[in-house]
């Protein structure tokens, strides 16, 4: 069974960086669109960033030159680099296969001081 599993969240002090992956298990995502979406406490699940096969990304525009989206398919995972980051940022962060309507079980960020 295909599973999506995230890891790298933490606490983390305004400014700071963290670098999430997603690691696909038991198949090969060459091909699927992949993305990252957050939950903060209180709010709707919101989309954060996706990558397609080729490269092509996207981004929710709080996050635009801050937050880096990349895949490695040699290893079948997917990257988020957060940079700068703010209490704003803080949520739980899923990863997401568009083809296979996947979801990670999700891996916690906090940025606080």
């Known amino acids: 069974q295909v599973q999506l599993v995230e890891s790298g969240g933490g606490l983390v002090q305004p400014g700071g960086s963290l670098r999430l992956s997603c690691a696909a298990t038991?198949?090969?995502?060459?091909?699927?669109?992949m993305g990252w979406y957050r939950q903060a406490p209180g709010n709707q699940r919101e989309f954060v960033a996706s990558i397609g096969s080729a490269g092509l990304t996207n981004y929710l525009d709080s996050v635009k030159g801050r937050f880096t989206i990349s895949r490695d398919n040699a290893k079948n995972t997917l990257y988020l680099q957060m940079n700068g980051l703010k209490a704003e940022d803080t949520a739980v962060y899923y990863c997401?296969?568009?083809?296979?309507?996947?979801w990670g079980r999700g891996t916690q960020v906090t940025v606080s001081s």
């Open positions: 997401r296969d568009f083809r296979l309507l996947l």
């Open positions: 038991e198949r090969d995502f060459n091909f699927d669109n």
